[in-house]
């Protein structure tokens, strides 16, 4: 039979909480069919009579310096193919007078450029042979149009991800970004406002010495692109958010991010940055588990840093490796012979803060004590007991919970009663022996008489089932 001594908690089994649905008031979206669309959605949204045109199919290489452009002729990002021009790009296109080209015949076509000018449209083709001396060409181009006081420098071959972060800021401060091979550039900032973006392994210290720039860069470009926000944009309420894998969306999104922040968020990334948010745009093909992450973070829901709501596994995972268990039952209907965790309530509030909560059976008895996991926060076990009192638990104090044999608890009985009562141990006989709880603690409780008849009784033993610690007097001694 089970031995259940049910705490009185005011605990009571509750309904699993599903995902709350995204509301679509609470956070808007800019997604068309596909990147061809979405960049023709953003353009809508903008007054232009100048078009950029680069294609980000396989490299990103030529599209990371046309933001700069982009905020000095207040112009639109749109994407196109190699040799043809999507039908979403060219509506937009047809709008515009003149039309940049960013980039070789490698990447457009000679072809596509043709179309455009048989369009009467101006073309102005910026290219280099190779994506560092293409950045030049858009920077001196940039520099044409008006004055550059501020620069931007990333690795051409590393430094995408950063790139897209700063991308906003250029549009914003007309700045060109330029191209690097990370260790140094052929031209002279002095008298220049520069930033390189990213760390040390794209970008080398004496490159921020020679250039007298500011280090922007973190240990990833999720904590790269916090650093920017921050320097940028700080007190910042309303963000954008866009792929931090799919980068290109980032980049068409720059033109409308000039004067609010990009942040790049992917499945558990670090958003911290939207704590504060009140208005999220999504650019692009963000699906519904990442903005849900999003939102949370700005409702403290989840995890405070990425904004994953943890589910009643994962806290009973973190049960269950503290307490060394294998398995977890959803309800009270455990079966017997087995050491368990089970479900009590996933809604406990304790201090304003709401937790998983689960009992525990060991020989088919359960404790006194409940374990609780916050929703938010997975790196904690609490013990709740019968006084209202909530602890958290010292995980060494748990390691090696491998209880005595009960042969053993014996022998340590038999010991500390000869001790006690100055007789021999071989003059003592154990009587009975079980497991049992008193006042929290699960011991062996071991009645001792003399032998070889029981002409005496040494009273009751009771030995800590986990330490093999005797205890003197289990009513007082806790």
């Keep these: 039979m089970k031995s259940k001594k049910l705490l009185s908690l005011g605990i009571a089994m509750s309904m699993f909480v599903a995902g709350c649905p995204i509301s679509a008031n609470a956070l808007d979206k800019i997604q068309g069919a596909d990147k061809y669309e979405t960049a023709g959605l953003i353009a809508d949204r903008e007054n232009y009579t100048t078009a950029i045109l680069v294609n980000a199919d396989s490299t990103m290489a030529d599209g990371l310096s046309a933001s700069g452009l982009a905020g000095v002729t207040n112009a639109p990002i749109l994407l196109t193919k190699k040799n043809n021009i999507p039908s979403a790009t060219m509506k937009r296109v047809e709008k515009a007078n003149k039309v940049y080209i960013i980039g070789g015949e490698s990447s457009i076509d000679k072809a596509t450029e043709n179309v455009l000018k048989g369009k009467n449209i101006e073309v102005k083709r910026l290219q280099g042979s190779d994506r560092i001396k293409t950045s030049y060409n858009v920077a001196k181009e940039i520099g044409a149009i008006n004055k550059v006081s501020k620069v931007i420098l990333t690795n051409a071959f590393k430094g995408e991800p950063d790139a897209m972060s700063i991308a906003s800021v250029a549009v914003r401060d007309k700045a060109p970004i330029v191209l690097t091979d990370g260790k140094s550039v052929p031209f002279n900032t002095t008298g220049t406002e520069s930033y390189i973006i990213g760390g040390t392994s794209s970008m080398s210290d004496n490159l921020v010495n020679d250039t007298n720039s500011t280090r922007l860069g973190g240990v990833d470009r999720y904590d790269t692109n916090k650093k920017i926000i921050n320097k940028f944009y700080n007190g910042a309420k309303e963000f954008y958010i866009a792929s931090g894998t799919d980068l290109v969306y980032a980049l068409v999104g720059s033109t409308i991010a000039k004067n609010t922040p990009t942040v790049l968020v992917d499945d558990n990334s670090n958003k911290i940055v ?9 650019i692009g093909n963000l699906n519904d588990s990442i903005l849900q992450q999003c939102l949370n ?29 294998d398995k977890l039952y959803y309800n009270e209907n455990y079966p017997e012979d087995e050491d368990l965790i089970f479900l009590l309530d996933t809604s406990f509030e304790y201090s304003g803060k709401q937790f998983y909560i689960f009992g525990y059976v060991t020989e088919n008895s359960e404790g006194d004590v409940r374990y609780c996991v916050e929703k938010n926060d997975m790196s904690k076990v609490y013990t709740y007991n019968v006084s209202g009192i909530m602890e958290v638990c010292n995980p060494a104090d748990y390691e090696n919970r491998k209880m005595i044999k009960e042969d053993k608890a014996k022998e340590l009985a038999l010991a500390e009663c000869a001790r006690k009562h100055k007789v021999s141990v071989n003059l003592l006989r154990v009587n ?16 001792i008489d003399s032998k070889p008849q029981p002409k005496q009784t040494y009273g009751w033993y009771f030995i800590d089932v986990y330490s093999g610690y005797a205890y003197k007097d289990i009513w007082n001694n806790i």
């Design 274 to 282: 939207l704590k504060s948010a009140t208005k999220i745009t999504a």
């Design 297 to 325: 973070v700005t409702k403290n829901i989840g995890n405070s840093d990425t904004g994953k709501q943890y589910t009643v596994d994962d806290a009973a995972n973190a049960v269950k490796k503290l307490l060394g268990v």
């Design 432 to 447: 009975t022996a079980c497991i049992d709880d008193i006042n929290n603690i699960k011991v062996y409780a071991v009645r």
